[in-house]
C-alpha cells in the first residue's frame, strides 16, 4: 500500500457538475482530492480488508443479539426504554438491512484495527461507488494509470441486487427516500441510493425529514397526506428515538431502512461489547466503559461519546494527558475508551480506511485522508487501485 501522486483530469470540475457532484468543494476547502491515489495489491485487499470486514460484521451481529437480550446492556447503549420491545422486535424479525460502513486503521500491513461501525446513517456512498470508479476509467484510458489497474468496488452493484430483493418484501409500495435540508452531502447520499432503487425497479419519492407529518391515527405522512410505509432515512436512531414524534414510531407501520435494530449496531458502546465477547482477536481494539477504564491499564486511548458524528467531541490521551481532541455536540451520554491505534502516516497525511457492507457482504472501501489525527467530516476524500 502506498499513496501516488498523479495528475488530475483536466475537465473533472465539469464532470462534477454534469453528474450532480456537488459537494467536492467545501467551505473553499477540497473534499474530492484527485491529486494523489492509493495502491493496494490484491492480497492487502482480500486478506486484510475483506476477509476481516465480513468476520467483523458477524462479530457485530452476535452484540445485538446479546444487547437486545439484556435489559441492563440496553440502559448502557442509552436506548430509551419505552423503546426496548420496539428495537427487539425489530431484531426478532430479522427486519432487512441495506449497507454499512467499518472504519478501519491500516497501513498495508499487519491487521487492519476496527475503529468504529458507521451501521445506520453512513455518507460518502456516491463518492465510493460511483465517482471514484469514473476516476479509475478514465484515467486508465488517458494512459495515467496501467490499463490492469482495478478498484475493489462493487458497491453500486451490491445496492442495485440488494434493492432487487427488497423489492420482493415490499410489493408495489413505494420506497420514500429522506434527510434533512440544507445538507448537499447528505442529499448527495440520498439522490444516489434513490437511482439504485429505481435501477432496481422500485417506485421512489423524496422527502425531506422536516416535511414528514403525522396524522391523527399515528401514521407518517407525506406532503400529499398520503401514508408513508417504507422510507430510508439519512437519519439516526438515535436522534429519531429522542424526538417529539418517538411514541408514534411503534404505532406508525412504516418499515424503516436501516431498521430499528441498527440502533445498537451504530453505537459506540459497541466496541466495549466486543471487546468482551470477542477479546483479544486481532481486529479488535481494546475498548471499554468508563467504569472498567481505571482496571483496564491502558495509558494510551481515545476518548469517544457513545453517541458521536463525523469525529466530533474525540480525545486522544497518552500517558494521562490529552493530546488532541476534536469540538462538538456530543457526549451527554457518556463516553467509551479505545486503545490508541495511531491512523498509519503517509508523508503528513493520516489515512483512514472505510470498508463497506451491503447485505452482509464486503463491497468496496473508501480512503480519507488529513493532516490532523482524527478524521473528520471535511477530510479529503481519495480515491485508490488494486494493481
Keep these: 500500500m502506498f499513496r501516488s501522486i498523479i495528475s488530475e483530469r483536466p475537465h473533472w470540475r465539469d464532470s462534477a457538475r454534469e453528474f450532480g457532484f456537488t459537494y467536492h468543494t467545501m467551505y473553499g476547502e477540497a473534499y474530492w482530492d484527485e491529486s494523489a491515489y492509493y495502491q493496494f495489491n490484491l492480497q492487502q485487499i482480500e486478506n486484510d480488508i475483506e476477509a476481516p470486514t465480513e468476520e467483523l460484521h458477524q462479530m457485530c451481529l452476535s452484540v445485538v443479539d446479546k444487547v437486545v437480550n439484556d435489559q441492563q446492556l440496553m440502559e448502557r447503549f442509552q436506548i430509551p426504554q419505552t423503546h426496548w420491545d420496539y428495537i427487539r422486535t425489530s ?21 487492519a484495527k ?20 469514473l476516476w479509475l476509467q478514465d484515467q486508465v ?25 427488497m423489492r420482493l418484501e415490499h410489493p408495489g409500495e413505494t420506497l420514500y427516500f429522506s434527510c434533512c435540508k440544507d ?9 444516489y441510493l434513490e437511482d439504485c432503487a429505481v435501477a432496481a425497479g422500485i417506485d421512489c419519492k423524496f422527502i425531506y ?36 414524534y418517538s411514541e408514534a414510531i411503534t404505532q406508525s407501520g412504516t418499515s424503516w431502512l436501516e431498521p430499528p435494530w441498527k440502533a445498537i449496531m451504530s453505537n459506540k458502546a459497541l466496541m466495549p461489547m466486543l471487546w468482551k465477547l470477542f477479546p483479544n482477536h486481532p481486529n479488535l481494539l481494546a475498548s471499554y466503559f468508563e467504569e472498567d477504564l481505571k482496571n483496564s491499564q491502558l495509558t494510551h486511548y481515545v476518548k469517544k461519546p457513545i453517541f458521536a458524528r463525523e469525529g466530533a467531541n474525540i480525545s486522544i490521551v497518552i500517558d494521562g494527558e490529552e493530546r488532541y481532541s476534536s469540538d462538538g455536540p456530543y457526549g451527554d451520554e ?49 480515491p485508490h487501485i488494486i494493481l
Design 91 to 111: 431484531w426478532m424479525n430479522k427486519e432487512s438491512s441495506l449497507y454499512s460502513r467499518m472504519d478501519l486503521a491500516y497501513g498495508g500491513s499487519g491487521h
Design 114 to 133: 476496527l475503529y468504529e461501525n458507521n451501521a445506520d446513517t453512513p455518507t460518502s456512498l456516491y463518492e465510493t461507488g460511483f465517482w471514484q470508479w
Design 141 to 165: 484510458n488517458a494512459g495515467k494509470l496501467h490499463r490492469k489497474s482495478d478498484q475493489f468496488n462493487s458497491l453500486q452493484e451490491k445496492l442495485v441486487n440488494r434493492f432487487s430483493q
Design 183 to 191: 445538507t448537499d452531502e447528505d442529499r448527495g447520499t440520498v439522490q
Design 209 to 244: 425529514i422536516e416535511d414528514v407529518g403525522l396524522s391523527a391515527d399515528d401514521c407518517f405522512t407525506d406532503l400529499d397526506n398520503l401514508k408513508i410505509s417504507w422510507m430510508f432515512k439519512l437519519y439516526p436512531w438515535e436522534f429519531m428515538l429522542r424526538e417529539e
Design 334 to 382: 457518556g463516553f467509551i475508551y479505545q486503545a490508541y491505534s495511531p491512523l498509519p502516516a503517509f508523508g503528513d497525511n493520516f489515512t483512514l480506511i472505510g470498508s463497506w457492507l451491503v447485505n452482509d457482504k464486503a463491497a468496496g472501501i473508501s480512503v480519507r485522508e488529513d493532516k490532523n489525527r482524527i478524521t473528520q467530516d471535511l477530510s479529503r476524500y481519495m
